[in-house]
C-alpha cells in the first residue's frame, strides 16, 4: 500500500444528514466511552521469542494499557506448566503415573498383604496419576491462551505484533491454533483490536483502519470466518447500544459507527465480503443501504485525501489519488465530482481572496497587482489542469481532470455575477494598461470568461466597456499630440489603434459618432452654428473619418430636435398666434442650424401629422355628418393659416405663390373627359372669381397618405363631400330637421381636403365616381322592381343619369346588373317550382342571357335529373344518346363524365321499376298502359344495357310479350324484349299462331276502362 494512505490527518467534520440504516426508533441511554489506538506504518523493534517484553516505538503515541485487558495471572498449576517445555510435560505425566502405580501397589502389597489389595492400590493410585497428568495436559491451551493474551497486550502499537512469535508460542506449548481456548482468545484479541481502531460515530475514518486491520488479521493467522464473525459482533454491540440510548445525537453517531463497520469490513474481505457477512440476514439491512454506507465513507476518506492536494499538482500526486479511489472502491463518477469540487473550492478561495481586495476601500495599485496575482493564479492552475489531462498517461490518472470551471459552487448565481464581472473587468484593464491587447491575454481572457461562466453577450459588453475607455484615451492622446491631424492618412492611424486594441473598427466608428454629436451639442448651446463651429466640426469629421451620412443623421437628430421645439412652439401658437416674431424665430432656426431643406420639411412634417391626426380623430367621434365636417373644416383652417405659412418660412418663400403651383398642378390632373359629366367633380375646381374670394390656397405638401389607410381616407372625402351635397342639417324641436344649402366654396374646400387626406385624382375621381354610382343605383331600383325595362322607364332612367352626372356606360352598367339580378331570381324560383324546362331553358340561353350565373348548378343538375326521368317514363321508347349525353349536358353546363353518370343511376332504378309497373297493368288489363311500360323498360336497358330481370311468374312475362307483340313494335325492340323476358323461339311461335285470338284480352279489358 501507498506509504502515504498511512500519514495523519486531522479528522473531517460530521455530516448534518448521515445515512440512515436501522428502521427502530432510537432510545436513549448513556453514550460508552470508546478506547482506539493510532496505528503506525512504521513497526516496533520487537524481543526475541525467549523475551514476553517488546519495545516500544517512539513514533507511536502510547495506547491506553487496557486495551487488550491488560496482562492476565496464572493460577494453579498453571504456572508449573508454563515452565515445562511439551516433552518434559510428556515425560513428567509419565513419570507420575507409574510412580503413582508403584506407589499403589507397595501400599495394597503393605496393607492388604494380598496380590489382590496390591493390584486395588495400583490401580487407584494409577487412575489418580492419570487425572493429575491429564490436567496438567488439559490446562496447556489455557496456559498458551494467557501467555498469547500477555504477549499481545504488552506491545504499544499492536501493528508490531509478529506472525512468527504466536507461531513460537504454540510450538512452546505444542497447542494448535484450533483448540478452543486458544481460538477463543485469538478471537477476542481480534475483536477487541477492530473495536479499537473504528472511530466512534463523531470521528471520520483516516484511512489507515483497513491495513492495520488485515495487517493484525495476517498476524494472528485467524481464518476469515472466524473474523468476519468477530466483524458481526461488532456490529451487534452497536446495535444493541444503539437500542440502549434514547438521544438523538448519540443514536446517530450509534448509525454512523454502524456505516463504517460495513464499509471497514468490506475492505478488509474484499470479493468474500458478501457471503462472510450476512448484514442483511442479521440486521435487516437492505443492499442498498450497504452501498450508501460503501459510497459515504469512500468519498468521506477521498475528500480528506484530497485535502493534501494543492494547485502544485503532479503526476505522483495524480496517481496516489487513484490508488486511493480503486483503494476506498470509489466508483469512477464520484471520484470525478470530487475532484471537480475540490479544484472548484480552491478557485473560490482565488476568487473570495481578489474580490476581499478590490472591495476594500484603501484600493491602490499593489492591491491591483494582488488581485491580478490572483487571478494568474487561477489561469497557471488551469493551464496546469489542460496539460495534465492531454497527457500520454491520463487514464492512469485521478478522475476528473478537466478546465476549470465555478459552475455549482459558490459563485453560480444570479447574485455573485456581478463580481466576476468586476474581477473580468479589473484583468481585461490590467491587460489593456500598457496600450495594446497581446494575443496571450486575449487568451487568457477567454479562459477567465469560461471559468467563470460569463455569457458570451456579458463578457463581450465588459470587453466593450474596457476596450472604449482605452481607444478613447489612445484617440485623445494622438489628437493633442498632433500626430493623427499630421498624419497622410487618418484611417491608416485609426485602424492601427484599432490593431493594437483588438478592438472592432465599427464600434470605433461608433465612438467617433458619438464624439461627433458631443461635439456638435456644444456649439448649438446658443441655438445656431457659426462659422467657426462649422469648421470646427468639418475638422473633427476629417480627423476621425466620419461618413457624410453619419454626419447627416446626427444633424438631423440633434439640430432636428431644438428646430422641432421651435416648430412645436409655433403650431402650437394656433391660427390667431402665428405673428411676426414666430415667423422670424422659425426661419432663424431652420436656416441657422443649417438644416437641409428636405430634413427641416421632414420634422415640421411629423409635427403638423400629428395635429391633423387629432382634427380626425374627433371627425371621427362626431355625433353626425355636420359635426364631422366642422372639425375637417377647422383642419383645413388650420392648414391655410399655420401650416401654409410654417412651409413658406421653411422655403423662405411667399405662401400665396406655392400655393397658386399647387392648385394649378391639381387642376391639371384632374382633367378627365370622361367624367366631365359629374357636377361635383367640376365644382371642386375653383374659377378665378371664387379664387379671389376664398383667398390664399392652403398648402398641399404636408398630407396623410402615408399615415391612414386609403379607406379611412376615401371614407372621410366622402363624408365632407355628402356634406357639400346635402348641406348642412340642423334638428329642430318636434324631430324636424332644416337644411341649410351651401355655395360652391365648399367643393374648393373639399379639393384642399383631397390634398391633404394625400388622395391621388384617380382615388377622387374614384369617390366621386362611386357616390353617383351610388345615387343612379337607389333610384333605378326604385324603378326596376320587377325587373321589367320599359320604354318609358329607360327614359325615366335617363332623366336621373343626366341629373346624377353618371357617364352612359356606367349607367348602363347598373341598369344591367339590376335587371340581371331579378331575372335570375324570378329564374330560380320558376324552376325551383318546375315551371321552367329544359325547351324554356334553351330559348332563354337564344336570348343570351347568362344562365350559368343565374341559376346556380345544384338547380341545373336537378333539372337534368327531371328531363332525364322524364325521358325514361315517357312511355315512348325512343332515347337519343346524343341529345342525352352531349347537347344537354352543354345546354346546362353540366359536366359530361357527371351527367352520364346521373342517367345510368336513374336507368337501373328505373329498370326493375318499369316491369313491375306492366305486370301490374297487365292484372287490370291496361293494354296500352302495358305497352307504355314495356316501352319504358327498353329505354332503360338502351341507356343501361343489363341483364334480364327475375320474375316468379313466366306466365305473366309471356303475356307482356305477347301484348307488345301484337302492338307492331319495331324488331330490334321485339327481339331486345324477347331477351329481357326470356321468351324462347318456341314461346314465340305460339304466341305467333295465336294471332287476334289474344284480342278478347282487350275486349274484356273495355269493361273495366271508365
Known sequence: MNPTLLTSSPPSQRPMHPSLFLNPAPLRLPTTTRRRIMVSRRPCCSTSASSDQPATSSSSPSPEPDIFGGQKELTGIQPLVKSLSPPVQLAASAILVAGAVAAGYTLGCRFGRSQTAAIGGAAVLGAAGGAAAYAVRDSVPEVAAVDLHNYVASFHDPGAVK???????????????????????????????????????YEELNGREVEAIIKFKSALDIDDPEAASMHMEVGRRIFRQRLETGDREADIEQRRAFQKLIYVSTLVFGEASSFLLPWKRVFKVTDAQVEVAIRDNAQRLYTSKLKTIS????????????????????????????????????????????????KSRTLAARGVNVVIDELDQILAFNNLLITLKNHADANLFARGIAPLSIIGGEYDNDRKINDLKLLYRAYAADALSHGCMEVKKLEALNQLRNIFGLGKREAEAVMMDVTSKSYRKRLAQAVSGGDLEAADSKATILQKLCDDLHFDPQKASLIHEEIYRQKLQQCIADGELSEEDVKALLRLRVLLCIPQETVEAAHSDICGSLFEKVVKEAIASGVDGYDAEIKKSVRKAAHGLRLTRDAAMSIASRA???????????????QNRTESARELKKMMAFNTLVVTELVADIKVESPDKASDEVVEVEIKQYEDEEWESLQTLRKIRPNKELTAKLGKQGQMEINLKDDLPERDRTDLYKTYLLYCITGEVTNVPFGAQITTKKDDSEYVLLNQLGGILGLTPKEIVEVHCGLAEQAFRQQAEVILADGQLTKARVEQLNEVQKQVGLPPEYAQKVIKNISTTKMAAAIE????????????????????????????EGLRENLFKKTIDEMLSSGTGEFNEVEVYEKIPVDLSINVDKARGVVHELAKSRLSKSLIQ?????????????????????????????????????????????????????????????????INDSALAAIRELGDRVLPVGAEEEEFVF
Request: proline fraction near 4%; charged fraction near 30%; charge should be neutral.
Open 311 to 358: 494547485r502544485d499538482l503532479n503526476v505522483d500526486h495524480l496517481l496516489s489519488l487513484r490508488e486511493a479511489q480503486l483503494l476506498y472502491r470509489l466508483s469512477d463518477e464520484l471520484a470525478e465530482d470530487l475532484f471537480k469540487v475540490h479544484c472548484r473550492k480552491l478557485v473560490e478561495g482565488n476568487i473570495s481572496s481578489a474580490l476581499n481586495v478590490i
Open 829 to 856: 324560383t320558376a324552376l325551383s317550382q318546375g315551371r321552367l324546362n329544359l325547351k324554356q331553358i334553351r330559348e332563354l340561353k337564344e336570348a343570351n342571357v347568362d344562365l350559368d350565373n343565374m341559376i346556380s
Open 918 to 982: 306492366a305486370v301490374s297493368l297487365l292484372r287490370q288489363r291496361n293494354r296500352s298502359g302495358v305497352v307504355s311500360s314495356l316501352n319504358n323498360l327498353l329505354v332503360c336497358d338502351k341507356a343501361v344495357p343489363s341483364e334480364p330481370p327475375s320474375w316468379e311468374v313466366p306466365e305473366e312475362l309471356t303475356d307482356l310479350f305477347a301484348i307488345y307483340f301484337k302492338s307492331d313494335p319495331a324488331p330490334e325492340k321485339l327481339s331486345r324484349l324477347q331477351y329481357l323476358l326470356r
Open 163 to 201: 506472525r512468527e512469535d504466536i507461531d513460537q508460542i504454540t510450538s512452546k506449548y505444542g497447542v494448535s491454533k484450533q483448540d478452543e481456548a486458544f481460538n477463543a482468545e485469538l478471537c477476542d484479541l481480534y475483536l477487541r483490536f477492530v473495536q479499537s481502531v473504528l472511530p466512534p460515530g
Open 608 to 622: 403638423v401629422k400629428r395635429i391633423f391626426v387629432n382634427y380626425i380623430k374627433r371627425a371621427r367621434a362626431s
